[in-house]
Structures are given as structure tokens and as C-alpha cells.
């Protein structure tokens, strides 16, 4: 078992940046790959980024590219995040997530964080 807790959420205004974090704990993080998903109200959740056991390899969905950046620390266990230039629509709760290889499908992840609330306000 993994368990991932996500920190960083927050309220915040149109252009500004966040970082979100993931703590994992349980078996050796290094050995997974990890996602950022999100989900709005009324919506499917979506992959955000992903990146390999080593950070060697990322991927990132095209509303976000340029803008967020996805690192790890398998040191102290830990993915994150940057967020900058936000836009109201990088509104949703944020998940981070753990698989085998990296994947940009939900379904492929087999262990799952609570959850960030993000609020972009313009």
C-alpha cells in the first residue's frame, strides 16, 4: 500500500502561482510513477502531468503546458506541483496518484490522495 496525502491547495487570484505538494508513504516512492490529476464540479477527472520513477520522463496535458511543472523528491517522498500564471478554469480539486510506469490515464493508477481544493479568482 501507498498512502498520499496532498498540501498546498488554496484560493488564489488570476495569474498567481501555487505549489501543491504529495507526501507519500508506505512502499518505496522511488518505485512509482506519479500523476496530478484534476476534477471540476460536473466533470471527469483528468490527468494534470505525470513523471517517471527517476523525474527522467514528465508529461503534461496541453491547458497546462508552460505553465505547471511536476519534480519529485524520492529523497523525501515527495511530488510536486508549481503552478503558475493560474486561470480561473485551473479551478478543481487536485489528486495526486501513484502507478507502476507513467500513465496519463486514471484508471492506470492504482493509489490515490484525498484531494486539494485549487480557487482561482478573477
Known amino acids: 500500500q501507498v498512502q498520499l496525502v496532498e498540501s498546498g491547495g488554496g484560493l488564489v487570484q488570476v495569474g498567481g502561482s501555487l505549489r501543491l505538494s504529495c507526501a507519500a508513504s508506505g512502499r518505496t516512492f522511488s518505485n512509482y510513477a506519479m500523476g496530478w490529476f484534476r476534477q471540476a464540479p460536473g466533470k471527469e477527472r483528468d490527468v494534470v502531468a505525470a513523471i517517471n520513477w527517476s523525474g527522467g520522463s514528465t508529461y503534461y496535458a496541453d491547458s497546462v503546458k508552460g505553465r505547471f511543472t511536476i519534480s519529485r523528491d524520492n529523497a523525501k517522498n515527495t511530488v510536486y506541483l508549481q503552478m503558475n500564471s493560474l486561470k480561473p478554469e485551473d479551478t478543481a480539486v487536485y489528486y495526486c496518484?501513484?502507478?507502476?510506469?507513467?500513465?496519463?490515464?486514471?484508471?492506470?493508477?492504482?493509489?490515490w490522495g484525498q484531494g486539494t481544493q485549487v480557487t482561482v479568482s478573477s
Open positions: 496518484a501513484a502507478t507502476e510506469a507513467i500513465a496519463t490515464r486514471a484508471v492506470e493508477y492504482d493509489y
